[in-house]
Each structure stands twice: as C-alpha cells, then as structure tokens.
C-alpha cells in the first residue's frame, strides 16, 4: 500500500462542474502539495500547506492533520483545467518528498 | 515558463547508444533534482544536488551517470539502457536548501530505449 493515495484514478466531468480530488496519507508530513501535471509532461506547483485551507482563483486546497486527509476542489471547472493531479507530501520523518500516483481529469465541453 | 528548461524533450536510443539529458535553471536556486516518471507510478528521485554536491543517490543503477558542473546546470549521462528506463525524467529545483519548499519542475524529457 502506497504512502499516500489519491481517489479517484480517474474523473471525467462536464464543464461546469465542482470537482473534488481526494488525498490521504499514512505518515506524518510537515507539508502537503498539489501539483497540476499537463499531457506535454511538465508540471507546476500549485499549493504547498501544512495547515487549513488556501485558494488560488477557482482552486481550493485543504488539509486535515488530525485525519491525515487533503481535498483539491476545483469550482466552476473548464476544459483547461484537464490534467494530472499530484498529491504530494514531505515527510515530517526525513524531509523527502512522497508521491501519489495522481487522479487523471477530464474536463468536457 | 516555469524557469527550469529542459532539453531534448524527446530522446529514443538504442541500448548502446550514449546520450545525455540536460537541464537549466534560470531561478537562482542552489538545489536541483532528477525524477523518474513512469506510467501509473508515483515519481522516484533519483539524485539530488545541493551547490554542485551530490547528496543523495536513490540506489539508481550506474547506468544514469548526473553531472552538476554548477548550480544552474544539472546533466544525466544515459549509457547501456534498458527498454524498461523508458520513461519521462523530470528536472526540478528548489531555493535554498535540500528537501525544502516548493519544487519548480521542467517540462521533462520522455525517453524511449529501444
């Protein structure tokens, strides 16, 4: 069993829609990203947190400890926003980086 | 342009071939990292470089060979590779010190061994 595991593998939705993208994890971490992984292969940061709750435009991130357990949602969600979504987090441990394998979505028109 | 600039973005090679990925940084950061990415699994760091300095080597068989002439620059010798090394590798950096703060990636470079 993975570190950490992401649900679901795979999302397909309708423009529009509120997407959630879910995380949990089974070590103690000092800090949890997000990242957005498009076909071309790059990827780019989208939050970094260790605590509550951060936005960025249509994008939510947040994080509970106690529960282990983080939600990306996405609100009003476009084509565009179709990629990998990567949940990662450094272990409080010994400081490295643990993937999960990402949630795949698709955005619809 | 996310400041971290990887070349070629694409690269077959046959299994005597040798080749090497390269990888630029323009963000003034002093660490940088390799990732191996294959298809349905989590990234794998494969080594870390902090100011020039390897410090850290995830059992990655020698056939990957990275070379950090300076801290803007990160290199992977590729030689005698397997079809299964087939995979994107992923450059990445990070500010100040190792294992800290916000990774900025490349765009990658998808590799095909034949």
């Known amino acids: 069993k993975n570190e950490v595991e992401q649900s679901p593998q795979n999302l397909t939705a309708q423009e529009g829609e509120f997407i959630t993208i879910n995380c949990s994890y089974s070590v103690g971490i000092s800090a949890l990203h997000w990242l957005q992984q498009h076909p071309g292969g790059g990827i780019v940061s989208l939050f970094m947190?260790?605590?509550g709750k951060k936005k960025h435009g249509r994008l939510i991130a947040t994080i509970n400890i106690q529960e282990k357990h983080s939600s990306l949602h996405i609100t009003a969600s476009h084509p565009r926003d179709s990629a990998v979504y990567i949940c990662a987090v450094r272990s409080g441990a010994t400081n490295k980086l643990i993937f999960g394998t990402g949630t795949l979505l698709a955005v619809q028109p | 342009e996310t400041g971290v600039t990887q070349t070629p973005r694409h690269l077959v090679m046959g299994m005597t071939n040798k080749k090497s990925l390269k990888c630029e940084q323009h963000l003034g950061h002093n660490a940088m990292y390799w990732y191996k990415q294959s298809a349905k699994k989590p990234l794998e760091l494969m080594f870390v470089?902090?100011?020039?300095?390897?410090?850290e080597n995830n059992s990655v068989p020698s056939r990957f060979s990275p070379e950090c002439p300076n801290s803007s620059h990160l290199f992977l010798h590729l030689h005698t590779l397997q079809p299964e090394d087939s995979a994107l590798y992923l450059c990445?950096?990070?500010?100040?010190?190792?294992?800290?703060?916000?990774?900025?990636f490349g765009e990658g470079s998808r590799l095909t061994v034949l």
């Open positions: 947190l260790s605590s």
């Open positions: 990445a950096s990070s500010h100040n010190r190792v294992n800290t703060g916000e990774l900025f």
């Open positions: 470089y902090s100011l020039e300095e390897r410090v």
